[in-house]
């Protein structure tokens, strides 16, 4: 018997505005694409599918022999086509929940709880991108990369890994015509000593309207002190522990600098996009 993909509303707790669904989907593949990170395609119900880059899913990950993760997964959307009814996401193997993700076989049963938190943002005038992320934080940058492509904007994806191999989403960004500059660690050029002035290039050149990260706490330093420098904006989607996923439990509460003030703010709700200049590391 085939599967059918199912979906049922979430009520928004009282006090909050809130459009997710919890929803039954069929597992399409669930592949390695490197050494480290595996690809989970999904046929999901179109009423999950109204994304916004950067937005995540809780996922109601299986139990692994001998293991029994307690809460949902947060992961970030890899990617999300409603004419298909596809979602995917993109993970590493780290934990029992993700070593639950990794057992699940085409045409199992799998739970998921979204769209979640606020995503990106393109503003009108941001007509040259520049994302800059590393390993897994590249996923998160993904369905950004189609929606500049969606816009016409022009896009440089700087890739950064361990080794050159790991370098995630490089074929991906490219067949969105972004320009894509894989660095790495053994050579060195992963650096944000090496990364300024290849940036700088760029931004003198008028090729760097926005930034765009995740993840990595050196290169939103960079990117920070380059933008205040340049006066360039830009969002980061910030990553945190999460419990509900939902803004109740307060367990992702993080500082934020908002001016001259110092203020918190939930990830998975006021987030997990936020603007590069307010984040603190």
Known sequence: MTLTPSVLPVPAPQGLSLRCFEARCRVVSNTPVNGEYRLLVLDAPTEVLDCQPGQFFQLLCPQ???ETPFLRRPMSI???????GRLEFLYKV??????????????DAFNVLGPLGQGFSMQDDWQHLMLVARG??????APLARMAQEKGRKLTAICSARRPELAMSV???ESYGAEVIVVHDQNASSTPEALRPLIEARIAAGQVDAFYTCGSARLLRLLQDLGAKHGIPGEIAMEQQMACGLGMCQACVRQFRVGDRIIQRRVCREGPVFSIEEAIV
């Open 136 to 141: 897994v934080g590249l996923a998160t940058l």
């Open 94 to 107: 780290t934990g029992a929940g993700t070593r639950g993700l990794a057992t699940l076989r085409p045409d």
């Open 78 to 84: 890899y990617g999300f086509d409603a004419a298909q």
């Open 64 to 66: 692994p022999e001998g």
């Open 171 to 173: 074929d991906l960004f």
